[in-house]
Each structure stands twice: as C-alpha cells, then as structure tokens.
C-alpha cells in the first residue's frame, strides 16, 4: 500500500510518501481502497505538531471513503464491493462519548485515511447515501457528524429556529445546510464578501462580514430585532465567544466546535450565568449520528460543498491552501 506519513519530523514539507506493507485480515476487519479523502483543519494541526503525543510514523487524515474489497471473517455488515466511509473514532458507535472512544481516532491515536488502501474494522464503517461520489462522501466523517451532531443531536434545532454559524469553512457549511433543511433562518460571518454572497446562494438569511463589522454581535442582535439567536455553532473559541454570547439569546445554545482563533485566551463567564446559556462542547460524533445525518442527506438529496479537488501526488499542495483559508467548504484528495 501507499501512503503518506508523518515519520520523523513535523511540517506539510516534511510528509513523505512511500509504501507500507499491506497488513493482513483478523478478524473482524475489511480492506478498502481508498478513493477520496478530505481535509480537516486538526489533519492540518497534526501534520505542523501540533499534538506532539502523536505515535510516529502516523498516516494522518481522519476521513476518507472507498470501496469495499476484501472482507475477513466474521464480517456481516459490509461485503466486497459496497461503498463505505469510515467514522472518526472507531470504536464510538452509539450513546455518549467516553475516554476510551478518544483512543480510536482516526489520524490521531490510529493510522488515518491518506492511503490509497486502510483495513478498518467492520464496526468503523457506513454506507453514504448512494447520490453522492466518492469524493462528496470523503467530506462526512469529521465535519458533517460534527455540525449534525451540534445542531441536531444535542441541539435539538426545529423550523422556525434562528441559527448563527461562523465562517465558510467544512463545519460551518455543513451547518448552513443542516439549518436550511431544518426550516431554520441561518446567519452566517465571514471576512469575504464573494463567499457570504455563496453563502445566500445555499439558503443563508443574513450574511455579517466580521472583519468590517468587528462587533458582529451587536450586528446580530439587531437582525433579530435584540432577540438573540436560538444557537450559535462556534468554530473561533476563545477569540469569538464574547461575540457569540452577545449573539445569543436567553437561554440559548452555544456548540463549541474549533479553535480557530488560539488554544489561549481568557473568557468572562459571567454572560453564560447572565443569560442562562449552554455551551455544549461537540467533538465529531457516533456511527449512529452519522447513519441518522446519512438518511437525511439521503432524502434530501444534499450534496456537500467541495471547494477544489487535488491529485494524491498534490497532497502538500492540498494542505497549503487549507492553511491560507482561502477555501469555501472542503479541500478533497482523489486517491
């Protein structure tokens, strides 16, 4: 098998790619060849050491899709020639998230997807809904489960819901179409006029460009006549978050998901307390979350964004333009 890694030292240059032998079937596990893997924004941290934990050499890359083609024994839940993706952590299938899910990343604490063949286990696999191409699958795993996961499963958003999502990037699209497929209003920031205007063409109600209107906040109070949003989905962290709390109303629901803006900062609680708010910390999701968003996606036919599409050779190329966040939706790799 080919693939690329992390061996000895950390940086997009530093990634090699070279062959590894190809393991053998236990029990349990399938071979899948590798058709398409995306781009998240912790594959980015991985591969620049950002989590310095890490067991070397790493395949990195956390989702990725492919066709089923060998099965070992035991296997019931796929067979050769199915279409499957794999879930982020393995080893979390349904209920809440425990301390031994954490351990089955993948392109974390497990090898990831950048191969153009993996053996998962049977358990670690979905079928996607069958509109979508390799590469639209590839996007799922990390930041679809994450947003639905956010929105629906813990948040519970209905019609009528006022939703504030921010930026442009994998997360916060799917967001954008899990709000609209809802019958929720959705509002949307973004430093970039040219992709809030993509934006309103996907369903957005407002559009807040952040680096013109520093206090989007206030901005987002009077879009919704000093209400409030019903929920916020949080990619900044502690950078944002003073702006979010301001944008929420009593009682409303924050999803924190990134942290874009730094892994430091300081941040007075006293809104949360103030205004009663939950802050939900969301870290992907389940199989089951991820088969529940499949039938959705399924019937509703929603395809996902993918901004550009690069070659397996290209794969340094594909990790720089992620890092200048000049993408709207997600970066794919065909393998």
């Known amino acids: 098998m080919k693939a690329w890694e992390i061996r000895d030292a950390f940086g997009i240059d530093a990634l090699q790619c070279g062959e590894r032998p190809d393991p053998p079937l236990q ?13 998240n924004y912790r594959d980015l941290v991985t591969v620049k050491g950002g989590v310095r934990t890490l067991r070397l050499p790493l395949i990195p890359c956390s989702d990725g899709a492919g066709e089923v083609v060998e099965v070992g024994p035991g296997v019931t839940r796929v067979k050769v020639g199915d279409r499957v993706a794999g879930i982020f952590f393995q080893k979390w299938l349904a209920g809440e ?22 053996v998962l286990h049977e358990d ?15 996007t799922l795993p990390c930041a679809a489960v994450t947003a639905w ?36 209003r959705v509002i949307i920031t973004s430093s970039s006029d040219e992709k809030l205007a993509r934006a309103r ?27 409030g949003v019903d929920h916020v989905v949080e990619v900044g962290g502690a950078g ?25 900062g300081q941040i007075d609680p006293y809104p949360v307390l103030r205004k009663g708010l939950r802050l939900h910390g ?34 340094q190329a594909a990790l720089r333009y992620l890092e200048s966040a000049a993408h709207f939706g997600k970066i794919v790799i065909t393998v």
């Not at 954490?102 to 497990?110: D, I, P, R, V, Y």
């Not at 206090?215 to 919704?224: A, F, N, P, Q, S």
């Not at 301001?246 to 409303?252: E, K």
């Not at 199989?287 to 499949?294: C, D, H, Q, S, T």
């Open 149 to 184: 996961q956010g929105l629906v499963t813990k948040g519970g958003i209905k019609a009528g819901d006022t939703i504030l999502v921010q930026g442009t990037g994998g997360v916060s699209i799917f967001a954008l179409q899990f709000g609209v497929m809802a019958g929720a």
């Open 240 to 264: 944002t978050l003073e702006q979010s709390f301001q944008a929420t109303r009593v009682g409303g629901t924050i999803s924190v998901i990134g942290v874009l803006t730094g892994f430091t």
């Open 27 to 39: 029990h349990g596990q399938v071979r899948v060849r590798v058709r398409a893997v995306s781009l």
């Open 201 to 227: 063409q996907l369903g957005a109600w407002e559009t807040v460009n952040y680096k013109t209107t520093p206090e989007w906040g206030k901005r987002v109070m009077e879009l919704t006549a000093g209400e």
């Open 97 to 118: 998230i425990t301390a031994a899910h954490f351990a089955s990343a993948l392109g974390g604490a497990l090898d990831g997807m950048l191969a153009d063949f993996v």
């Open 282 to 315: 969301i870290y992907v999701g389940s199989r089951e979350m991820f088969e529940a968003m499949n039938k959705a996606l399924a019937i509703h036919r929603t395809r996902p964004v993918i901004d550009r599409v690069f070659s397996f050779a290209e794969t």
């Open 124 to 138: 670690g696999l979905v079928h996607f809904p069958p509109h979508m191409s390799y590469e639209e699958a590839a």
